[in-house]
C-alpha cells in the first residue's frame, strides 16, 4: 500500500485561485499560498503544508494502485526524463541513474503511482527494455548485478525485478536458474524481447571509419567490416564506452534507444547474425499472484529425485498422463549434494551427479490437471518448489 498523503499544488498565474484561506477542501493548514512557476515549465514545485501519513507498506505492490495524491520527487522525475527522452549527448553520464549494488540498502523518495522495477545493466540495456514493455509508465532502476536486482525486491527497494532467464541464440542464463532456488520471490510474469542490435557511432562518423567495436556480438557484420572486437559486459554498457572516450573510430553494438541515451548516431539497423533473437525474460515479486484460467497461463517448478531406474522418466510422466505441455526443461547440479556414490557392482563403486530439474509447463494452479500433476509427481521427488504460476506473454 503506497504512502498516503494530503498536498496542494497551485499555479503562480493570478488567472488560477490559489488553494489556501479560501479553498475548505483542501483540509490544510489556512493561510499558506502555494505557488507553481510557469516560467520554469520544466519543473514542477510542490509544497506540502500538511501531510497525512500513513505508512501501511514502504512500497508500491502493484502498479495500478492509485493513491489519492502521489508524492512526485522532482529531482527523480527530471532525471528520468532527462535518460529517456533527450536525444543530446550526455557529457555527464552522472546524471543517468547510479546502478544498485548487492549491499545497497539505501532507498530514495519515489513517486508512489509508479511500480519501481529493478533490472542488470545500465540505462539503455535489454533488460530495461522488457521492464517497459511490462510496466509502460514504470521506473527502472539500474542493478550492477543480477543478485542485487533480487535483493532489491526482497529489501523493499523495488517493487519487481525484470532478468532474462534465456535467449534463442545464447541459451539459458544459469546463474539466474540458481538464484531462483536461493532467494524465495515468487515468478509474477514473462516477457518476451525481440532483440535488434544496431551498429552505434559520435556524431558525424561512418561505419567505413570504424577500426574498433566495443561488444563482440554480430560477428558476420564485424567480420565484414574487418575491425577489432572490444570486449564489454552488456550492449549499454558498450554504448557508454565509445560515449565517454570520444574516439571517432570506436564504435558500439547496442539498442536505438542506448543511442538515443547516449548521444550516438545509429549507422547501421538489425545487424544481429539471427534474424530470431528473442530474450525471454521472468518478472519477479515478493509475493504470487492468484491463478486464474481465463487467459494461458505457466507455471514453473523446480524438484530434484531420488535414485532409480526410469525415476526422471516417471516424473515427466505425470504432466503427458494429463495433457499438459511442458514448455521448458533445464537441469542444474545440486550443489549441496553433488555426486552420488552407489555401490550397484561387483567391480565398486559407481558415481553419479545429482540434478535440480526445473520446468515449465503449460497450466494454471488453478487447474485440476496441474494439481494433481504435482501431487503425483511428490510420489517421487526428494524436493518440489513451485516457482511461481502467471499469464504467458504471446506477443512479441
Known amino acids: 500500500m503506497a504512502l498516503k498523503a494530503s498536498a496542494s499544488i497551485c499555479p503562480s498565474s493570478s488567472s488560477y485561485p490559489q488553494l489556501g484561506s479560501h479553498d475548505s477542501n483542501c483540509g490544510l493548514i489556512r493561510g ?6 510557469l516560467d520554469k515549465c520544466c519543473n514542477w514545485k510542490c509544497c506540502c503544508t500538511s501531510l497525512g501519513l500513513v505508512a501501511q507498506r514502504a512500497l508500491t505492490p502493484v502498479e495500478d494502485e492509485k493513491p489519492t495524491v502521489p508524492l512526485v520527487d522532482s529531482s527523480l522525475a527530471a532525471d528520468a526524463s532527462h535518460y529517456n527522452d533527450s536525444k543530446a549527448f550526455h557529457k555527464d553520464v552522472n546524471l543517468l541513474p547510479r546502478p544498485l549494488t548487492a549491499i545497497d540498502v539505501s532507498s530514495s523518495p519515489r513517486d508512489g503511482s509508479k511500480v519501481r522495477v529493478a533490472y542488470q545493466g545500465l ?12 510496466y509502460p509508465k514504470c521506473e527502472t532502476v539500474p542493478c550492477d548485478e543480477f543478485e542485487a536486482a533480487f535483493k532489491a525486491v526482497e529489501l523493499w527497494l523495488v517493487d519487481k525485478a525484470v532478468l532474462p532467464i534465456e535467449n534463442s541464440v545464447g541459451g539459458s542464463i544459469h546463474r ?3 538464484l531462483l532456488l536461493r532467494h524465495r520471490l515468487h515468478i509474477v510474469g514473462e516477457v518476451q524481447l525481440q532483440v535488434s542490435h544496431c551498429l552505434l557511432g559520435l556524431p558525424g562518423v ?3 571509419e570504424l577500426k574498433a567495436v566495443a561488444l563482440a556480438q554480430c560477428e558476420n557484420m564485424l567480420n565484414d567490416l574487418g575491425v577489432v572486437k572490444i570486449g564489454s559486459p552488456d550492449t549499454a554498457a558498450a554504448a557508454k564506452t565509445v560515449a565517454l572516450d570520444c ?20 549507422l547501421v539497423e ?14 519477479l515479486a515478493r509475493d504470487p499472484i492468484i491463478p486464474g484460467t481465463d487467459r494461458p497461463y505457466k507455471t514453473s517448478i523446480v524438484f530434484s529425485l531420488e535414485e532409480g531406474p526410469g525415476v526422471l522418466f516417471k516424473a515427466l510422466a505425470v504432466f503427458s498422463m494429463r495433457n499438459i505441455n511442458l514448455s521448458k526443461i533445464e537441469s542444474r547440479p545440486l550443489k549441496q549434494r553433488p555426486l552420488r556414490v552407489v555401490d550397484d557392482s561387483n567391480e565398486g563403486s559407481a558415481k553419479y551427479f545429482d540434478y535440480l ?16 500433476a504435482l501431487g503425483h509427481l511428490q510420489e517421487f521427488a526428494r524436493f518440489l518448489r513451485v516457482l511461481g504460476c502467471y499469464p504467458m506473454d504471446t506477443v512479441l
Do not use: H, W
Not at 530439474?357 to 488453478?366: C, G, K, L, P
Open 123 to 134: 540505462p539503455g540495456a535489454y533488460s530495461e527494455d522488457a521492464a517497459l514493455k511490462a
Open 32 to 37: 499558506l499560498n502555494l505557488r507553481y512557476d
Open 206 to 208: 561512418r561505419k567505413e
Open 176 to 178: 539466474n536458474y540458481d
Open 270 to 283: 538489425g545487424i544481429q547474425d539471427d534474424d530470431v533473437n528473442i530474450t525471454r525474460f521472468l518478472i
Open 357 to 372: 530439474f526445473y520446468i515449465d509447463f503449460e497450466a494454471s494452479m488453478a487447474d485440476p490437471r496441474s494439481q494433481y
Open 247 to 266: 574516439v571517432r573510430d570506436t564504435g558500439a553494438i547496442a539498442s536505438c534507444r542506448a543511442a538515443n541515451i547516449y548521444g550516438l548516431d545509429v
